[in-house]
């Protein structure tokens, strides 16, 4: 099947107005027939549901946790982005636009970012109408903040907790609905099926996770908004329920999946301590707004660091190198993600790593602290500084804070078009779920302006194109065949996981896809790590169904065989993340090849891998098959991409 | 540094079946692991002896989403101020320590298996006003109503609630005024609260009343426990907008 992306003509700046001026519309009456699952309750979930339903849309809503409230978005820490130019420092929509595409290394689609860059604005309004407490001036205004990649500040922020924030107005939002009687909720519940059917997707199979019985609901349109796919590296600052088996279950029944291979590893994270760590803690990048990233400029201060004999306050001024404001003096400790990622790894591959492991940089506020007293960097950063202490034992006020780039988004995911929708009719997905806007790389705060601008003011609009054309479609009743057969399917699998009582546990299984992920699709990539990983990881999935132990029965509240079924997804997803970066002979974003650099910069190639890579589910044990969305630059010139 | 301990733990298949505290021994345990992490090494060592692990909460691990929930040696998420059980590390416990973990308990909060509770009642209180009522595209410009510094400094810290239930397992009477509190106070110290505090403020506390939950008898156990620090002082507020409520509102609670 060919893509087509349906951007709409005409110019970039009027494209998204003149699509809102001709979408097909449903009457009122219609909507109250027409039924909408939406599958996940982070931002673009709940902001999604509640605003389908506000708007009159039959909807159903569920989520694996025990309330909507707790989806994974509510962890994000630093803010948002919206291009209000509160600020009068020069911004506007298309310097956030281009800052996005940019920071995106030039491989996400104008359309949809210059539309995400003008709906920013209406985000924040409406945030704040609903209660958001985002940081206020004494003037009573609201306040700003810079985030990595821009040199304007256009960060929203409510203390080190706005993903909180927005998620809870979001979950109001929706509890208001679901209060009215206008969305059925579906708490502990979790997609393990799309059912589709005459080739559009018609409903979900969920299972019950308190009683472990499966069920069938009927849609007329399925939205996924089940969020990223991090947790396929094991470790990463993503919840430990986070997962891919929705999108993944949807590429299985025909969606494409977009860009597997583009990871986001954020540069500032507690590091590892030991075997039995279960997720790693991000730590915000609003923290670069103040702190100091360095090492010491010697192996030999490294070592003794490393090994007790010197503390980080002994190593004087010039005996330290601040390696981000060396090497890109315009943004300085602000460099985007993917290029601090690297940067980090290349001080600590270099014997200059601090902590007991060389695997860790520091970041030091004494400067800020010195600059502008305690008391500020407290109201600033104070939940984020407990929270280092927590878990370290150390005191981020007196000791730089260590830290050592972590997996945390997925730029990747399900492929759709400008209306949100895959390449099965009817079936959408939404945030972190699609790969739409962040191109090979997310900058910070954009990814809760992504889930928002999704769900509260894209998805409302574009739906209308796709269900004024089922208004004449009823329920189908889930005695159908296409729901017999797929939850038939779904049960299978997981008796087919309890039955093998083989002998290893599945954390075991995950820890070791974990590993070959890191060590070969990690933050540097070969063809020949890849080629050498991709066999490893069909050997270990091969294992795992043969050998895999899980405990307990289907029809019971049963968290091993949750995990199990989520990790069988990841080890098919890992071969599919591993195929895509080995055929993307290029670098960029958070897709680095070894081979494709240029004085230590990613390099990227343009004539030849200017698309999307969007993959055809051929059966688990044959090749998927590449669809090319070649990307078009009509407004932006591509240009190496330079924080020098 | 590593320890050995003996965990004292609930059991309990369903939430029909009942329930008992069962001894495990767990040796080698490091300073630094999280006591959820922990638990996950007692899974571990569980299920290779094809016994069931022991089912609980816990989901983002950094103390944000609410999930974790358990009463560690009597207390609502542990030994330590400020900190959810996913933030407490096992370097706040003694080598030879006997560890109690019990679910929260509170007749609003039904036992689902052994450390799992059902808390879907806090969703069905925020469902009965804990909101402002606008709309996707009604909002006017952000800025066009400036907020004072302090009140929207005070409504953050009401709104850091992250609705784990601490309040209620702490509480000798399992009130939930802590939790609604905090709530009605966040929507109250905003102007874009204000149209609709005196609902709010009488629904939300009908339908907690309706849950189940006991009656505060200020005793400050919650404050004690909440691991955001959230103020009884919402509580004194929740009274005064409820009482306010119902001497002026011409609606009654249904």
Not at chain 1, 449 to 475: H, R, W
Not at chain 1, 574 to 588: H, K, T
Request: glycine fraction near 8%; include cysteine; charge should be neutral.
């Amino acid at each position: 099947m060919a893509l087509d992306s349906k951007i709409p003509a005409g110019d970039l700046q009027q494209k998204w107005e003149d699509y809102k001026n001709h979408v097909k519309l449903v009457n009122p009456s219609n909507k109250r027939k027409l039924e909408i699952i939406v599958v996940g309750t982070g931002l673009a979930g709940s902001s999604a549901a509640a605003t389908l339903a506000e708007l009159g849309y039959k909807v159903k809503a569920f989520c694996y946790q025990d309330s909507p409230r707790r989806a994974h978005s509510i962890a994000a820490q630093g803010g948002i982005n919206a291009a209000k130019n509160y600020k009068n420092d020069g911004d506007s929509v298309y310097r956030l636009f281009y800052d996005t595409i940019k920071g995106g290394d030039f491989r996400a689609r104008e359309a949809n970012v210059y539309r995400l860059a003008e709906v920013s604005v209406n985000i924040i309004d409406q945030c704040v109408a609903q209660g958001v407490p985002f940081a206020r001036e004494y003037g009573g205004l609201l306040d700003n903040r810079s985030f990595g990649g821009a040199q304007v500040s256009r960060t929203f922020y409510a203390r080190g907790q706005t993903g909180q924030q927005l998620l809870i107005g979001a979950y109001q939002a929706l509890e208001r609905q679901i209060g009215l009687g206008n969305v059925q909720m579906y708490s502990r519940h979790e997609m393990l099926d799309v059912v589709t059917i005459d080739g559009k997707a018609r409903g979900i199979i969920a299972r019950d996770l308190v009683t472990g019985k499966l069920e069938r609901h009927f849609g007329h349109a399925v939205l996924l908004c089940t969020g990223g796919y991090g947790n396929v590296f094991f470790l990463s600052t993503n919840a430990m329920g986070c997962n891919v088996t929705a999108a993944w279950k949807a590429y299985k029944r025909g969606a494409y999946f977009g860009n597997p291979c583009y990871t986001q590893i954020h540069p500032t994270c507690i590091p590892v301590s030991g075997e039995y760590q279960s997720k790693l803690t991000l730590m915000s990048e609003s923290l670069r707004n103040d702190g100091r990233v360095w090492v010491p400029k010697t192996q030999e201060d490294a070592k003794a660091i490393r090994e007790g004999r010197k503390k980080p306050t002994d190593i004087a001024e010039d005996a330290r190198d601040y390696y981000l404001e060396r090497k890109y003096p315009s943004y300085g400790n602000l460099a985007p993600r993917d290029i601090s990622s690297r940067a980090a790894k290349e001080a600590c591959d270099d014997g200059r790593g601090v902590g007991e492991s060389g695997l860790a940089v520091y970041l030091d506020f004494a400067d800020a602290i010195k600059r502008l007293g305690k008391h500020v960097i407290e109201e600033r950063y104070g939940n984020l500084f407990d929270m280092y202490s927590h878990i370290t034992a150390e005191d981020p006020y007196s000791v730089p804070m260590r830290i050592y780039p972590a997996v945390h988004y997925t730029m990747g995911g399900l492929w759709v078009d400008y209306d949100l929708m895959t390449t099965v009719p009817g079936l959408y997905a939404l945030g972190e779920a699609n790969f739409s806007d962040h191109g090979a790389n997310r900058l910070g705060a954009s990814a809760l302006m992504q889930g928002l601008a999704d769900g509260y003011f894209v998805i409302p609009y574009t739906i209308g194109a796709y269900l004024s054309g089922e208004i004449f479609t009823k329920a189908i009743p889930t005695d159908h065949p296409a729901f017999v057969e797929a939850e038939n399917h779904v049960q299978t699998t997981l008796n087919n996981l309890l039955s093998i009582q083989g002998t290893k546990s599945v954390d075991q299984y995950h820890k070791e896809l974990g590993k070959i992920m890191w060590d070969y699709c990690g933050m540097a990539r070969t063809a020949e790590g890849l080629t050498k990983a991709r066999d490893m990881v069909r050997k270990l999935r091969a294992e795992f169904w043969q050998n895999v132990r899980v405990t307990g029965k289907a029809d019971e509240l049963n968290q091993d065989l949750e995990k199990a079924q989520r990790v069988a997804d990841f080890m098919e997803l890992g071969e599919l993340m591993i195929v895509d970066a080995l055929e993307r002979n290029e670098s960029c974003g958070g897709h680095f090849r070894v081979e494709f650099q240029e004085e230590g910069e990613a390099k990227r190639n343009d004539d030849t891998y200017a698309y999307v890579a969007a993959w055809e589910f051929k059966g688990i044990e044959n090749n998927p098959v590449m669809h090319k969305e070649e990307l078009k630059f009509e407004e932006v010139k591509l240009a190496t991409r330079s924080y020098k | 540094m590593t320890m050995n301990i003996k965990l004292r733990i609930w059991r309990q298949a369903n939430a029909q079946a009942e329930g008992k505290l069962v001894e495990y021994q767990l040796n080698d345990v490091s300073a630094n692991m999280s006591f959820l992490e922990m638990m996950d090494v007692l899974n571990e060592q569980l299920i290779s002896k094809g016994e069931a692990p022991v089912a609980f909460d816990h989901d983002c691990r950094e103390g944000i989403c609410g999930t974790c929930s358990m009463y560690i040696n009597g207390r609502a998420h542990g030994p330590q101020k400020l900190s959810t059980t996913c933030q407490l590390y096992m370097r706040n416990f003694t080598d030879g320590e006997t560890i109690t973990i019990e679910p929260f308990r509170a007749k609003g909060f039904p036992v689902l298996k052994d450390l799992c509770v059902d808390r879907s009642a806090f969703d069905r209180i925020i469902a009965a006003g804990g909101y402002i009522s606008a709309s996707t595209g009604q909002a006017q410009d952000a800025n066009a109503i400036p907020v004072e510094k302090a009140a929207a400094d005070s409504a953050m810290d009401a709104a850091a609630c992250i609705g784990c239930g601490a309040c209620v397992a702490a509480c000798k009477n399992a009130s939930a005024m802590l939790f609604v509190s905090a709530k009605v106070s966040h929507l109250a110290l905003l102007p874009q609260g204000h149209p609709e505090r005196k609902k709010r403020a009488l629904a939300m506390v009908a339908q907690m009343d309706a849950e189940g939950f006991g009656s505060c008898t200020n005793t400050y156990a919650c404050e004690a426990e909440c691991p955001k620090g959230i103020s009884v002082a919402n509580i004194a507020r929740l009274n005064r907008e409820f009482l306010n409520a119902s001497l002026i509102s011409e609606e009654m609670p249904k």
